[in-house]
């Protein structure tokens, strides 16, 4: 199991940028994919980007975030990131950071199934 605590949540303008980490308990992260998710209230948590290392880095988003967020990754520091620019009101939500293990379990990475392992979340407010 790896123990995940987000950060970096918070209040920003429209068009202005944050920076999420999300810290894993001292285990490998080459050895797991990395997600975001977000979700807002009477909603489905929603994803929103994915890393997984493996010969080369491997990087999926979703559509309504491309362009505009990247996600990265610090195997060192055990770290992951989510780089939000442009951030949009409709970006409003509690963003949760999920380690899954590297091997398929038979989900796609944009499904919340492929995880095992979840942070608490943190808030993220885009005013307009």
């Known amino acids: 199991q790896v123990q995940l605590v987000e950060s970096g949540g918070g209040l920003v303008q429209a068009g202005g940028s944050l920076r999420l980490a999300c810290a894993a308990s001292g285990r490998t992260l080459s050895n797991y994919i990395m997600g975001w998710f977000r979700q807002t209230p009477g909603k489905e948590r929603e994803f929103v980007a994915a890393l997984k290392w493996s010969a080369t880095t491997y990087t999926h988003y979703a559509d309504s975030v491309k362009g505009r967020f990247t996600i990265s990754g610090d195997t060192a520091k055990a770290t992951v990131y989510l780089q939000m620019n442009s951030l949009k009101p409709e970006d409003t939500a509690v963003y949760y950071c999920?380690?899954?293990?590297?091997?398929?379990?038979?989900?796609?990475?944009?499904?919340?199934?492929?995880?095992?392992?979840w942070g608490q979340g943190t808030q993220v407010t885009v005013s307009s």
């Open positions: 999920a380690a899954g293990a590297s091997e398929s379990n038979g989900h796609v990475v944009s499904r919340q199934e492929r995880y095992t392992d």
